[in-house]
């Protein structure tokens, strides 16, 4: 759960519509309304990148009449749809996937059971990505990745999918670094051997 | 009264809008003292500077010295070569020295290869103006010809085929015919790098997008994420244009050298025996602190503040023996099965006050200020606080204070300790009260010793370097 105190406002009239500002949102809480920007504040989690991103100095953070709570409570969602996600992600429920809201699996995957489809989406409904936004986003993409969710990457530079993880690593990658404790970890994390690759579908150009 | 005198002064730092106005260091208190780190550890060799800016000619000499013998053939008159630095070498010693390596590499690639475009980038973690602020203070424009940018994790992306599959760099470190590798062996997160290929950490981290730091922070252990850097820079894409790496060698001391090479996994056997023996000390003799306040008082992250060379995210985690592998999970490493958070709890840490720091800005403290209290100096430095989304229960918990004296005061009051230890970006000393200058000199004859008998060479034994 993540409780957002501040909403981003900005002077819509020396806007060039350069788009730094929703690209870098993590919410998709900004689009473009005639080469300006516009701010959803029901969308917004506060994390205040845009005005420092925004290179014409023309947003700001201001302090929310009412904090907007973000949160999925996993009475909401089928409990066991929750664990068999994340088991298939491999990804224990209980880990703090938003180090910053201490958001845990459970809640992301719950998210993407009620219906969440994109990153974009998981932190809005989570506020996960309101705090640093780096940490928490390939546990969440895998979550999404394993729940069949569309993982092309959107225009422009929001996110690409990357979700390697300590059990996609092949017998080749395990051999020529044998001293990566590739199986140490394995069953340091995953002692009861639950946790398997995840396959994916993707694309190198 | 102290038997070490006055403290020093730690090095200038660069000023931000990332942190508050600069107000007096904590050194000028006359309460505190510095205890050189030498004096705990003879064995330490003598550094080549301690970031006084009078030593930088001493910098620019040793990396002409170490770049006498690396190839450059690599590099013709009329390619492109980015140099690749990274923020945190300017956090070291005020920044100078790690400035100083970088601007000498531009000069002796020209001299040697006759190449003109070489271009310095700039990688920053999350402050999107930091790169400018970087370029300003330090003279790049100038010194790079106007060829310098930043980049950041935020920025467009190049997929890159690894060992281990897909990964995704930031496309404006790699886009020229070549680059260089101009990093500083600063250990940091001893408990999260954990000394295992170090060196090629900024190929999952400064060079990389978010998404692949998030995969070496949360999809593998703190011993096995470090496959990821290494299978990036093992990578047909980033081989293609790898010169050569020159790094800023450190120790507790100060400036120690620049390593210079082609042989990157080189480099890091020399810089992973040489930390083992003197960070490792550090590490320990932190350990040995029972109790104890902390105050942050420099121009970067309160996490990534030095005090003898070692940052604090290591004292609030020191409990743990970093560097022994054969425990999988150390304090501080986040993402623990079974622990809702795994954010250290170092039970000596009786309270921080806050002096002057960056505030998060994306370094999480979250709950911190619920097991150590937290003293904030002054409404202006509060207020960013209030206002910084990385960390939005800490002023829940904080207390704002009117002056660095009445935090101390109320800390070492309610912490129920008399040690104060201050991480204001030295190196070389400690700047600390003399009740914790007297435990260090006190405990770190016996910490030389375990270290030096029996840690130091099961670690080097663990990593292959026995």
Same mark, same amino acid.
């Given at each position: ?13 020396? *806007? ?30 506060? *994390? ?158 | ?54 030593? &930088? ?68 973690? %999350? ?6 602020? &970087?370029?300003?203070? !330090? ?8 060829? @310098? ?8 992306? @190049? ?50 997008? !978010?998404?692949?730091?998030? @995969? ?16 990036? !820079?093992?990578?047909? /894409? ?8 020159? @790094? ?21 056997? %020399? ?12 590490? %320990? ?43 999988? &999970? ?12 795994? /954010? ?25 200020? /619920? ?51 201050? /991480? ?43």
């Amino acid at each position: 759960m993540a409780v957002v105190r501040f909403v981003a406002e900005l002077n819509p009239e020396p *806007c060039t519509g350069c788009k730094l500002c929703d690209l870098v949102c993590p919410s998709g809480a900004i689009s473009m309304v005639a080469r300006r920007a516009v701010v959803e504040p029901s969308s917004c989690i506060g *994390c205040g990148r845009c005005v420092d991103r925004c290179p014409e100095d023309i947003m700001w953070m201001t302090e929310r009449a009412e904090p907007l709570v973000c949160t999925v409570h996993p009475d909401e969602v089928d409990r066991d749809a929750v664990a068999a996600l994340l088991a298939k992600a491999g990804i224990d429920p209980s880990v703090s996937v938003c180090v910053c809201t201490l958001t845990p699996a459970s809640e992301i995957a719950a998210a993407v059971v009620k219906g969440a489809a994109t990153l974009d989406e998981v932190s809005a409904m989570t506020g996960m990505r309101s705090g640093c936004g780096i940490y928490c986003v390939a546990p969440a993409l895998r979550i999404l990745e394993a729940s069949g969710a569309d993982m092309s990457p959107p225009r422009g530079h929001r996110w690409y999918p990357c979700t390697v993880s300590l059990w996609d690593v092949s017998d080749d990658a395990r051999a020529r670094y044998a001293d990566a404790f590739i199986d140490e970890d394995r069953a340091a994390f995953d002692p009861l051997g639950q946790y398997g690759p995840l396959v994916h579908v993707r694309t190198t150009r | 009264m102290s038997h070490h005198g006055a403290a020093l002064m730690p090095p200038a730092f660069m000023p931000s809008e990332y942190g508050p106005a600069p107000r007096p260091h904590v050194a000028g208190l006359p309460t505190m003292t510095s205890v050189p780190v030498r004096e705990l550890f003879p064995s330490f060799d003598a550094p080549i500077t301690e970031g006084d800016p009078a030593d &930088v000619d001493r910098v620019r000499a040793a990396t002409r010295s170490a770049l006498v013998s690396v190839d450059m053939s690599k590099i013709g008159p009329d390619d492109s070569v980015n140099v690749l630095a990274s923020e945190h070498g300017f956090g070291l010693m005020g920044g100078l020295p790690y400035a100083e390596m970088v601007k000498t590499i531009r000069e002796v690639v020209i001299e040697r290869t006759g190449c003109r475009d070489v271009r310095l980038r700039l990688a920053i973690y %999350r402050g999107f103006k930091e790169a400018d602020e &970087v370029r300003d203070h !330090f003279g790049f424009a100038e010194a790079f010809e106007g060829k @310098v940018k930043g980049l950041g994790p935020f920025d467009r992306g @190049v997929e890159v085929a690894t060992a281990i599959g897909p990964m995704w760099l930031v496309n404006r470190a790699f886009d020229a015919d070549h680059f260089i590798h101009a990093y500083y062996d600063d250990p940091r997160e001893m408990y999260f790098n954990r000394l295992l290929y170090k060196s090629f950490k900024s190929f999952c981290m400064s060079y990389a997008r !978010f998404e692949t730091r998030s @995969v070496y922070h949360s999809l593998f252990g703190n011993r096995s994420g470090s496959i990821i850097p290494r299978a990036l !820079f093992d990578s047909d /894409f980033v081989q293609s244009k790898y010169t050569f790496s020159s @790094v800023l060698r450190t120790s507790p001391a100060g400036v120690i050298g620049i390593d210079a090479t082609d042989d990157l996994y080189a480099i890091d056997r %020399r810089i992973t025996a040489g930390h083992l023996a003197t960070y490792g000390r550090m590490q %320990r003799l932190f350990a040995e602190i029972d109790d104890c306040v902390a105050v942050w008082d420099g121009g970067r992250w309160g996490y990534y503040l030095h005090a003898g060379g070692v940052i604090f995210g290591v004292l609030l985690t020191n409990h743990h023996d970093s560097f022994d592998l054969d425990v999988p &999970v150390v304090a501080g490493f986040m993402q623990v099965p079974g622990a809702a958070v795994n /954010f250290s709890r170092n039970k000596a840490l009786r309270g921080i006050v806050v002096n002057q720091a960056w505030v998060g800005a994306g370094i999480p403290y979250v709950t911190m200020p /619920f097991t150590s209290p937290m003293y904030i100096v002054g409404d202006e430095q509060a207020r960013l606080w209030r206002e910084d989304p990385t960390n939005p229960l800490l002023m829940d918990r904080a207390t704002v204070v009117d002056s660095v004296e009445s935090g101390i005061a109320q800390a070492t009051t309610r912490g129920k300790t008399d040690k104060v230890i201050v /991480f204001d970006g030295s190196y070389g000393h400690i700047t600390c009260n003399e009740a914790m200058a007297e435990h260090l000199c006190a405990r770190a004859p016996e910490v030389d010793r375990v270290v030096g008998d029996e840690l130091l060479p099961r670690w080097l034994r663990q990593r292959g370097l026995a």
